[in-house]
């Protein structure tokens, strides 16, 4: 295993850790592209781009102020890189942008604000979501040696993506879990009613209005934690 490899699985070791301490998707996507920086060899700058169903692309944890004019400028010509990737491709690699005539409105502009070669790679491809690492260089041809570093990259990076937005989902749930008991014990208290009976009187409230039943039972929290304070 050659130097550029060890240095990626010990940048995604990094990144994997931060997620399980942070538990925090946004702040592991934002370590997520610094590390492609540092460890992926000719990357100048990084992000991330999003698509939910229909939705328009969000671009994520950019490590430079071009990468989001780069990724909206991709969005708004429907070409590109980011633009493949992020809606049905898994990886696509240009080298010199300027003369690449896949993107005859994207290429031009690119090289005009200095970036002249791309790499971009899936993340995350799922019904309703996908999502693109992108990789960018000014110069020409700089991605030549690194590509099987790259996917390399990518390749760990979607397990740990998956991986923190599972640690974060697991941790809404809990919340809400939480958070309905102690609902759950202010209607059996306040009505002395069974558990079984107050969780019902929540499920009643929850389709009468029409609220999830996690906001009705964050409500009815709030409401007693803010007596308890008057």
């Given at each position: 295993?050659?130097?550029?490899?060890?240095?990626?699985?010990?940048?995604?070791?990094?990144?994997?850790?931060?997620?399980?301490?942070?538990?925090?998707?946004?702040?592991?996507?934002?370590?997520?592209?610094?590390?492609?920086?540092?460890?992926?060899?000719?990357?100048?700058?990084?992000?991330?781009?999003?698509?939910?169903?229909?939705?328009?692309?969000?671009?994520?944890?950019?490590?430079?102020?071009?990468?989001?004019?780069?990724?909206?400028?991709?969005?708004?010509?429907?070409?590109g890189p980011c633009y493949e990737v992020a809606t049905s491709e898994q990886v696509v690699l240009t080298n010199?942008?300027?003369?690449?005539?896949?993107?005859?409105?994207?290429?031009?502009?690119?090289?005009?604000?200095?970036?002249?070669?791309?790499?971009?790679?899936?993340?995350?491809?799922?019904?309703?979501?996908?999502?693109?690492?992108?990789?960018?260089?000014?110069?020409?041809?700089?991605?030549?040696?690194?590509?099987?570093?790259?996917?390399?990259?990518?390749?760990?990076?979607?397990?740990?993506?998956?991986?923190?937005?599972?640690?974060?989902?697991?941790?809404?749930?809990?919340?809400?879990?939480?958070?309905?008991?102690?609902?759950?014990?202010?209607?059996?208290?306040?009505?002395?009613?069974?558990?079984?009976?107050?969780?019902?009187?929540?499920?009643?409230?929850?389709?009468?209005?029409?609220?999830?039943?996690?906001?009705?039972?964050?409500?009815?929290v709030e409401e007693v934690a803010s007596r308890h304070q008057e």
């Amino acid at each position: 295993m050659d130097n550029n490899q060890v240095g990626v699985r010990d940048a995604i070791e990094k990144v994997a850790q931060h997620a399980e301490e942070t538990r925090d998707v946004d702040r592991t996507l934002d370590l997520l592209t610094a590390m492609a920086v540092d460890s992926i060899p000719g990357v100048d700058f990084a992000s991330v781009s999003m698509r939910r169903r229909e939705e328009p692309i969000e671009t994520l944890a950019p490590t430079d102020p071009l990468a989001v004019l780069m990724d909206e400028l991709q969005h708004e010509l429907g070409e590109g890189p980011c633009y493949e990737v992020a809606t049905s491709e898994q990886v696509v690699l240009t080298n010199d942008m300027s003369a690449d005539a896949r993107w005859p409105s994207y290429g031009p502009g690119a090289s005009a604000l200095g970036v002249h070669a791309q790499l971009a790679i899936v993340l995350l491809a799922e019904r309703k979501e996908r999502a693109a690492l992108n990789l960018y260089a000014r110069q020409r041809n700089r991605f030549d040696g690194s590509f099987e570093v790259a996917e390399l990259f990518a390749a760990q990076a979607s397990l740990v993506m998956g991986y923190a937005r599972t640690i974060q989902g697991l941790d809404t749930a809990l919340g809400s879990r939480t958070l309905i008991g102690q609902a759950v014990g202010i209607v059996m208290e306040r009505y002395g009613y069974s558990q079984s009976q107050a969780f019902d009187h929540l499920a009643r409230l929850s389709q009468d209005s029409n609220t999830k039943l996690r906001l009705v039972a964050a409500d009815l929290v709030e409401e007693v934690a803010s007596r308890h304070q008057e």
